[in-house]
Nanobody, 125 residues
């Protein structure tokens, strides 16, 4: 069982930056592929970025390429999402997710076994 706890969300002006963190419990974090998703009311939960166990395979949604960076520190059981040049359309509830199929990255919600509670990101114009 893995428990995920997100932090780092908040209110920021357009053009600003935030760094989200997702701390995972358990000793096998380094075997997990991780993902960041976001969701707004009435819409589906969509992938933002995903990373395999080693960090050697990374995926970004087109909408965040060049602005967001996903990374992980397996020694700290933590995955990060650095968000720069934020736009109002980035406003959403951001979720961290994990799957023990760690060799690749995954972009569908159904691929993940564990989810955090989410952290709100609000970007004002």
């Amino acid at each position: 069982q893995v428990q995920l706890v997100e932090s780092g969300g908040g209110l920021v002006q357009a053009g600003g930056s935030l760094r989200l963190s997702c701390a995972a419990s358990g000793r096998t974090f380094s075997r997990y592929a991780m993902g960041w998703f976001r969701q707004t009311p009435g819409k589906e939960r969509d992938v933002v970025a995903a990373i395999n166990w080693s960090g050697g395979r990374i995926y970004y949604a087109d909408s965040v390429k060049g602005r967001f960076t996903i990374s992980r520190d397996n020694a700290k059981n933590t995955v990060y999402l650095q968000m720069n040049s934020l736009k109002p359309e980035d406003t959403a509830l951001y979720y961290c997710a994990a799957t023990d199929s760690g060799g690749y990255y995954y972009t569908q919600t159904g691929d993940y076994d564990y989810w955090g509670q989410g952290t709100q990101v609000t970007v004002s114009s």
